[in-house]
């Protein structure tokens, strides 16, 4: 239905376009856009201007606005003409205006008729160009006007591609042209003198629209400088820096920025104010991951029967179950330990870290004692601590957070899960199957917001069979202690009631640590989400400090951390030569209930709001042989693809070991390999992973060439005969 306008509009400039352009050489218009052809007709034009100088001034206005409005060649003789019939000022003044309002009409088509279809096609590819458009395009759009060697029809049409507003187009336009007209038209008050019109722009006068054109870069290069100064300037530089890097932090983002900078043999110093790891491996993934080992084992044990083993049943020893995560965590500690950070020669501090300058952070050691340390540039990666919801009543009856239940010893025989993101779906699950009874609130219409509703379907149903009691749309209202029994009140569509409670985890989302180590003393700003305001460098305010990981967003995961940090650390100690912007093109994730959810790209949900064109390939995990033979045939490979071709948008994969097999399209996208590419490669049978060839196959199938098979299939007729 859309089309129709859209084809309208387009039927209706085309005819415009077409009208003009024949006309245009039906009436042999080049021949008066040549500048013989004004020189002869100066003197009758002149004579018209004095007979009826406002007929002559519109009837100018009304063709320079027209021959600009579907880019006509000849502007330049125009120009000229403005200032040979009128003079320099009137000139100037009706030759600006038309010529700022022509290209406003030309940028205004080319928006009309062919921004969407460019945008539908090379949405991902404009993106960071309308961004950068969004931040400096005025300063762009000036050099490239004030400059006239840039075609000015171009200028024209391509601005009205990208997202630059009409009005700071049409301002910009008139104020950029200013000095280029000037020039044509002056030079059309001495008609005579001019041979060509190459002849105007002498390369001393073009040398000198080139510096002006250069001006807005040069002066928006001064300003930041200028800005830069004044954000140091109450600061005291030292003379001379202990250290190229300072990292806060010894969570994912913190251990790989050091790690990094003394690969490349920087000095650098770590500090820690806690456990060396971070959350990830203290409080996060490492104890998440070996309690859902646990809990899934109770259940293949529950599921024994179904593979033909008789009797086994499972006791939950739930001490053990969390001797054995702290055990995990202790086995994994030496990877981030201070031993191994230091025997690669990074200095480790144990302390308080605050940033006291933006070259000097003041660390109080265990043992209480400060120790000032100078740096040419710190990286904060102070990571996230969870968010407690001020729910009345909740602080007073006591809460668990994923910091802190760790620390439990007894199954809670009741437990209220607040939150139905991943870490509130993980423990859920996982304390469900250890035999708690738990009930999961949520207040959004369901768990797992941000996949696709399907998605969230098949979570939901499998929590539900491993008896989790999920409650969604519920909002927790307060907490009450009645006759020593804790209850959440949830409220649903104005009805309240009591969700009685042993243990109630609040698992609703973690909030960067953004206060107490010197952010508010430097006037470090914070995003509207909380987290440390960064530029595609991650350079927060003052450019030599940098921040990553939780504490920087957009995402709060350990991988993500650790590939800022890369960033991070590579701008700060070679950025003054080369430095890269953080490429967030192809972010992968996983959430661990079973079945797991892995996601790399868009998903359905997110294309269709952002608008890009999709189509879906999927296929169903209950055919693959695999996924027959081990019980595990649930599930689904969901490919999201460029219509008609074979370059993935996205991947969602719900099943067994979906983290792990969402890395062959991770590499596919990141490396720009299609579906087919994929089909082509041999998966060993019988694995899990073929369910991603048989995903690009189900692909293939739906895009065979029908016309092709259909002679092929005569040939093969043609053959047999
Ligand atoms: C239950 C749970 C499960 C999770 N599961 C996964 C998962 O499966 N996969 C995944 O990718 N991610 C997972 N995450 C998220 C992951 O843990 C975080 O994204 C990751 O730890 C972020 O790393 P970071 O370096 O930004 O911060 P952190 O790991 O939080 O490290 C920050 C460190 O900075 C220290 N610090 C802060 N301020 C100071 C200061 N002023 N001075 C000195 N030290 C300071 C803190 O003590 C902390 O150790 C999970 C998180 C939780 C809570």
């Known amino acids: 239905m859309a089309a129709k306008p859209r084809s309208l509009r387009w039927a209706v400039v085309a005819l415009l376009v077409l009208g003009l352009t024949l006309a245009y050489q039906q009436l042999d218009l080049g021949r008066w856009l040549t500048l013989d052809q004004l020189k002869a007709s100066r003197d009758a034009l002149q004579q018209f201007y004095n007979s009826d100088p406002v007929w002559t001034l ?3 206005f009304g063709v320079y606005v027209l021959a600009t409005a579907v880019s006509f060649p000849g502007a330049s003789v125009l120009t000229l003409a403005g200032g040979a019939i009128f003079g320099l000022g ?73 997202q630059i507003g009409a009005r700071p187009f ?50 928006k290069w001064a300003v930041s400088a200028l800005q830069q100064r004044k954000l140091y300037a109450r600061w005291r530089k030292p003379r001379r820096f202990d250290r190229n890097m300072v990292v806060i932090g010894a969570g994912a983002g913190g251990l790989v920025s050091a790690y990094i900078a003394a690969a490349v043999k920087a000095k650098v110093t770590l500090v820690e104010g806690h456990k060396m790891g971070g959350d990830c491996l203290n409080y996060g993934c490492v104890p998440s991951k070996a309690l859902i080992r646990s809990a899934k084992a109770v259940k293949q044990v ?88 001020p729910i009345p009543g909740l602080k007073e009856a006591g809460f668990l957070t994923s910091d802190t239940v760790w620390g439990l010893t007894t199954l809670p025989r009741r437990l209220v899960v607040l939150g139905g993101g991943p870490i509130g779906s993980e423990l859920a699950q996982c304390f469900a199957r250890l035999g708690s009874e738990v009930t999961q609130v949520e207040m959004a219409p369901r768990t797992m917001a941000r996949e696709d509703p399907e998605v969230s379907e098949r979570v939901m149903a499998s ?12 909002q927790a209202v307060r907490v009450e202690v009645v006759a020593g029994e804790k209850r ?73 951390a650790a590939h800022q940090a890369w960033y991070a650390a590579v701008n ?48 169903g995990i209950e055919d693959l042989d695999r996924a027959i033979a081990d019980g595990t045939a649930h599930g689904f490979v969901k490919v999201l693809t460029v219509p008609g071709k074979d370059k993935i948008l996205g991947v ?16 596919a996208m990141k490396h720009g390999l299609g579906l087919d590419k994929i089909l082509g490669t041999i998966h060993t049978y019988p694995t899990l992973s073929e369910a991603n060839k048989y995903a690009a196959g189900e692909w293939k199938r739906a895009h065979a060439p029908q016309r092709v098979l259909a002679w092929v299939e005569r040939f093969h007729a043609w053959e047999r005969a």
């Not at 929590?463 to 519920?474: E, P």
């Open 58 to 60: 519109a009837v100018f």
């Open 90 to 162: 009137i000139g100037l003044l009706v030759v600006s205006f038309a010529s700022s309002l022509g290209a406003l009409l030309a940028f205004w088509m080319a928006r009309t008729l062919l921004r969407d279809t460019v945008e539908r096609r090379f949405g991902t590819f404009l993106a960071p160009i309308n961004a950068g458009l969004a931040k400096d395009g005025v300063f762009y759009l000036l050099t490239l006007r004030l400059v006239p060697v840039f075609p000015f029809w171009l200028i024209n049409l391509t601005m009205g591609l990208t």
């Open 170 to 219: 049409y301002i910009v336009s008139q104020i950029g042209m200013l000095a280029g007209t000037a020039v044509y038209v002056n030079a059309g008050t001495q008609l005579a003198a001019i041979e060509s019109t190459a002849d105007i722009l002498s390369p001393p006068l073009l040398g000198s629209l080139v510096l002006l054109g250069a001006f807005p870069l040069v002066a």
């Open 302 to 389: 529950r599921q024994a029967g179904a593979f033909g083993v008789r009797g086994a049943q499972a006791t939950v020893d739930f001490a053990a179950v969390m001797q054995r995560v702290h055990d995990v965590v202790r086995d994994i500690e030496p990877h981030d330990s201070v031993e191994r950070y230091t025997a690669m020669g990074v200095e480790v501090l144990q302390g308080h870290a605050r940033i006291t300058s933006p070259w000097s952070v003041e660390v109080t050691l265990a043992d209480g004692q400060p120790q000032t340390l100078t740096t040419r540039n710190i990286v904060i990666a102070a990571g996230a601590s969870p968010f407690v919801p």
């Open 463 to 474: 929590l539900r069979a491993d008896g989790v009691r999920i409650l969604t749309g519920h």
């Open 488 to 560: 959440l009140i949830v409220r649903h569509r104005d009805q309240e009631q009591a969700v009685p409670f042993d243990e109630l985890l609040c698992a609703v989302g973690r909030s960067p640590r953004v206060t107490g180590y010197g952010l508010e003393e430097l006037g470090i700003p914070l995003t509207a989400r909380k987290t440390i305001e960064t530029n595609a460098y991650l350079q927060t305010l003052y450019p030599n400090i940098y921040a990553v990981g939780d504490v920087a967003g957009p995402f709060q995961f350990t991988h993500t």
């Open 572 to 619: 700060a100690l070679f950025g003054r030569f080369k430095r890269f912007k953080a490429d967030y093109s192809v972010i992968p994730w996983a959430t661990f209930t079973d079945p797991e959810v892995a996601r790399v790209g868009l998903s359905e949900t997110e294309a269709r709001e952002q608008g890009v064109p999709f189509e879906v390939t999927k296929y």
């Open 652 to 667: 969602t994969i719900v099943g067994e070991h979906a983290g792990d097999l969402l890395a062959e399209y991770v590499l």
